[in-house]
């Protein structure tokens, strides 16, 4: 396994004659312009990383398609007297359709070209490993895809970088070519046209040997998400993308996106209760030993009796001190004091109507 730092100027070394010049005269400069565009200085190139043996191998970014489809899956369920189904959402799926020319400008390049070919498909196949003398699989071909800014692995940081649009513009120009960053996944499929049959032509190299002037490649990768993405609730309450620089790390400055939700009811636990706005004190020692069962049911009823004719006229309350009084009342054998009409009004505390209220609790 390698472990070599990438370097552009020298992972990125397109040279059209570094297999040979063949007919290309040695007397003059030869210069294929698309060493220049795909060199360490404009790096513009597609890379691909086998896994599993970090090898790599890149390719001029002569693109002829560079598609992307999202694709969502649903499952959905039909009710009965609803118009539509209840959607259950199950995963996202990322897919990359990409077609490129491998052309040759030297024979030299042709045979490079081919060999860089093979190179590839060798990274669709397997690691194997002889155990218990069998040969046995112990790796799947996955595949870094790098093509440029386009399909790269994004940086997980918040879209606050620079201070303003343009920084962020700026910043953007800055694309590492190492294919180590590119996106992990998998080739479904791989096609090459050699073009033997096109007007393009082959270059004869030899007896029963040619070289494909322009190869074409035709792929589709899918991609593997190596982190969790999707909406997540931040701290402040606002619902924010888990990666705000996917897919493309190209965030918008300062966007905030949409306002989250917000309610005028302040979550239960910040809430303060205003003494003033309820009308029930404290429990007081009396209703605490009622609770633990430290008082007897004859002091329990006797102190009900008392807070029935204590405690009518305060809302909430009275309430419960009446009911709970009157039951007692219907026990003569607790000791509840279990007043008559005139005994009640001749505390001269209370009226007839606060008196026909207890009756009718």
């Given amino acids: 396994m390698s472990t070599t730092p990438w370097n552009p100027a020298t992972d990125l070394k397109f040279n059209a004659t570094e297999y040979g010049s063949g007919d290309v005269k040695t007397n003059y400069t030869f210069t294929d312009p698309g060493d220049i565009l795909a060199g360490a200085d404009s790096e513009y190139v597609i890379s691909f990383q086998h896994v599993p043996s970090q090898k790599n191998v890149s390719f001029k970014g002569f693109f002829t398609t560079f598609n992307e489809t999202y694709m969502s899956d649903w499952a959905s369920e039909q009710v009965f007297g609803r118009a539509d189904p209840i959607y259950m959402f199950k995963q996202n799926q990322r897919k990359i359709s990409l077609a490129f020319k491998v052309p040759a400008s030297a ?93 393009v032509g082959v270059i004869e190299h030899g007896a029963n040997s040619i070289l494909p002037k322009m190869i074409e490649v035709n792929l589709d990768f899918s991609v593997i998400h190596e982190h969790p993405i999707g909406w997540e609730a931040a701290k402040d309450g606002s619902v924010e993308f888990s990666e705000p620089m996917f897919p493309y790390s190209a965030p918008l400055y300062e966007d905030p996106g949409p306002a989250p939700a917000t309610s005028t009811i302040a979550p239960a636990s910040t809430v303060t209760p205003d003494p003033a706005a309820t009308s029930e004190d404290p429990p007081s020692q009396e209703e605490e030993d009622m609770d633990s069962g430290a008082m007897t049911a004859s002091d329990e009823a006797a102190f009900w009796s008392e807070m029935a004719l204590t405690s009518l006229n305060r809302s ?44 009718g609790l």
């Fill in 107 to 199: 024979v030299g390049e042709a045979y490079q070209n081919l060999g860089k070919i093979q190179k590839l498909t060798q990274f669709l196949y397997p690691s194997y490993a002889e155990v218990g003398g069998a040969q046995t699989l112990t790796q799947s071909p996955l595949i870094r895809l790098k093509v440029m800014n386009l399909a790269a692995r994004t940086i997980l940081d918040s879209p606050g970088w620079g201070p303003s649009p343009t920084s962020l513009t700026e910043i953007y120009k800055y694309s590492c070519s190492d294919p180590s960053y590119g996106l992990l996944g998998v080739i479904n499929n791989l096609t090459f046209n050699h073009n033997l049959e096109t007007e």
């Fill in 316 to 359: 909430g309350l009275d309430l419960r001190a009446a009911e709970k009084s009157l039951s007692f009342a219907a026990q003569p054998e607790l000791g509840a004091w279990n007043p008559t009409k005139k005994e009640f009004l001749a505390s001269g505390e209370w009226t007839e109507d606060d008196w026909d209220y207890l009756q």
